[in-house]
């Protein structure tokens, strides 16, 4: 193969955002057919972007077009029907995060992968920046040793999606954890090796969300609010390690942070800003790169050529399913542990 025929499902805000105007322009990709249960929606995109073919059935989309791969891009609870759909049909899948609304979902996912012997990535794209990449490369030279203490922040003052159903728990199965938590969630674990979670204390609340307030991409609708908008907790790892989590839609703080703090026995990272930390030569040094490599490049770009690359070469992606899976059962033991008020721990099986 040295093309990949593609099949969008769900033509929504992510869709939109990326997978339409940038997936439709990679050279060895072509968008064939679109589907989306709206037909105004399914309309918009083929006029939009040139799509021949539109379904309001995406089963019909996989029976009827002769496609290599889809992107599937709606609400989180479809995302696991869908893929097992298209994988049994003999499609390549990549999947927006998270991989689906619960680790049980993503399992059958994984397994239908492997049946199927289909490449399936997850669209953990913070994968692919620049600093994440750079911090993988010293992470895995060694040359911060034994990492032992994690902190991973994504705080917003007031940032709740007011588009689309980011609030609607039935639909996406969680608030501000699953919008961007998973995200550097992923993140955080890939670059210490993907170490597997063993007990987990979490917390979440919805303080703000369910009432009206100031946010920087206007008003939500706070009266059918029903997921969390901040969630905390802290991870034990099999390897002796800990990670702390913090994430957040409105939080009463100076400013937003996004970021992941990396500790080990001989020095430290820190991604936003990037910088490498350590003590030597009596003296405590920081030190900040003048130039990293593809320090301009589109973190969905990177996404989207690696899993073409993975489908064309028959090789595995760089977000893994298995991988993708240890998230999603961290972010349900969150939750549980939330709802119980106690420690959850992780079948290790």
């Known amino acids: 193969m040295e093309h990949v025929r ?7 805000g992510v869709a939109r955002l990326a997978y339409l105007p940038r997936l439709g322009k990679h050279p060895k990709a072509t968008i064939v057919a679109v589907a989306d249960v709206s037909q105004d929606a399914v309309d918009r995109a083929m006029a939009d972007y ?23 891009c709606t609400p989180n609870k ?6 097992i759909a298209a994988l049994q049909k003999g499609l390549h899948v990549l999947c927006e995060k998270p991989m689906a609304l619960n680790a049980t979902e993503g399992r059958e996912m994984a397994e239908a992968a492997r049946q199927s012997g289909k490449t ?10 620049p600093t994440s990449q750079a911090a993988k490369q010293v992470i895995d030279s060694g040359e911060l040793g034994e990492i032992y203490a994690v902190r991973v922040q994504g705080l917003r003052r007031r940032g709740i999606p007011s588009w689309g159903v980011f609030t609607n728990k039935e639909l996406q199965g969680g608030g501000a954890l699953v919008d961007f938590g998973v995200h550097l969630l992923d993140l955080a674990l890939w670059l ?27 008003p939500w609708n706070h009266e059918q609010f029903s997921v969390e908008d901040q969630a905390m907790a802290l991870i034990r790892l099999e390897n002796g ?25 001989e020095g430290g990272i820190e991604l936003e800003p990037f910088s490498i930390n350590k003590a030597a030569h009596g003296m ?10 593809n320090e301009k490049a589109v973190d969905w770009d990177a996404q989207f050529e690696d ?31 939330s709802a119980t008020g106690a420690a959850v721990k992780l079948d290790q099986a």
Do not use: C
Not at 314 to 334: F, G, Y
């Open 6 to 12: 593609f099949g969008i499902i769900g033509v929504g």
């Open 284 to 293: 405590l040094l920081t030190t900040t790169p003048n130039w990293m490599p």
């Open 78 to 83: 479809f995302h696991a029907p869908v893929t």
């Open 241 to 265: 390690g800990a990670l702390q989590l913090e994430v957040s839609w409105a939080l009463n703080i100076p400013e937003a942070v996004e970021n992941i703090s990396i500790s080990g026995t």
């Open 192 to 218: 210490i090796g993907n170490p597997r979670a063993v007990e987990v204390m979490g917390m979440t609340s919805q303080r703000l969300g369910t009432r009206p307030n100031v946010n920087i991409w206007g």
């Open 307 to 337: 899993f073409i690359d993975a489908v064309i070469n028959d090789r595995s992606p760089l977000v893994k399913p298995e991988e993708a899976l240890r998230v999603s059962e961290i972010v349900d033991a969150i939750y549980q542990s």
């Open 120 to 129: 399936l990535a997850i669209a953990y794209r913070y994968r692919h920046k």
């Open 50 to 72: 040139q799509i021949q073919f539109g379904y309001t059935d995406y089963l019909e989309m996989l029976d009827k077009e002769n496609l290599d791969a889809v992107a599937v």
